[in-house]
């Protein structure tokens, strides 16, 4: 059993990593309400369904998992077509999006790599990781995704709403490294892990030390231009 705060840490973890693929999978769209609406579909009628079915199932029997239900009650061919189907698509989208991510960074490393050998890199990475067992513990995996990805969202917030107001009317992603964001991400991300935080708290931890940071690195500009 685990308490209430830390299932909905792990439900908001599952939301915000589909959030942060929603560009890849839809950087050919052609309008905006296709993003909305396909973003709508997928997170409502997608995720919100199999999330539905989790928790019938697990009310009912026990057992979250509907395909391990399923070869209880002797569907052994339906419940593996269902598990192939997820498996197939879900991991098609992780690796496409693992592999622009790993493009984008080793252009901005300098280090021309093409996207089908990152293609195969991350496949490969992705049978270890399931050859090895790790992915069978992936509540952990998505906690301690939270504490990475909670202080992101806490310093965009800060940025935008903090930091750049009142002049801010549209976000922007900085052109040069900021100091105080990944200052304020590295601070959050360790008390996160060190006080085991929730998503929720990481989130707040990360708007928090991002403003600090960037008042004192501010303050740090100020006083070497005098």
Request: net charge positive; proline share 3%; aromatic share 12%.
């Amino acid at each position: 059993e685990i308490s209430f705060m830390a299932a909905m840490s792990l439900a908001i973890a599952t939301w915000v990593g589909g959030a942060g693929k929603t560009a890849d999978l839809t950087r050919f769209n052609k309008k905006k309400s296709h993003i909305v609406g396909g973003a709508i579909l997928g997170y409502i009628a997608g995720s919100g369904l199999f999330e539905l079915i989790a928790a019938i199932c697990a009310i009912s029997s026990g057992e979250s998992n509907i395909v391990i239900v399923m070869a209880r009650f002797g569907l052994v061919i339906p419940a593996v077509i269902i598990l192939a189907l997820a498996l197939w698509t879900t991991t098609d989208n992780n690796i496409y999006s693992a592999s622009l991510a790993f493009g984008d960074m080793s252009e901005i490393l300098g280090l021309r790599i093409p996207r089908k050998v990152w293609v195969i890199i991350n496949v490969l990475i992705a049978l270890v990781v399931a050859l090895t067992g790790v992915a069978s513990d992936f509540s952990s995996f998505l906690s301690f995704f939270g504490t990475i990805a909670g202080p992101f969202a806490g310093i965009m917030i800060a940025h935008f709403y903090l930091v750049c107001r009142p002049g801010a009317k549209k976000y922007f992603v900085p052109e040069n490294f900021s100091v105080p964001g990944f200052v304020g991400w590295i601070l959050s991300f360790a008390l996160s892990n060190l006080l085991h935080f929730d998503t929720f708290w990481a989130v707040i931890s990360g708007i928090v030390l991002y403003f600090l940071s960037s008042l004192l690195f501010n303050n740090i500009i100020k006083l070497k231009q005098k």
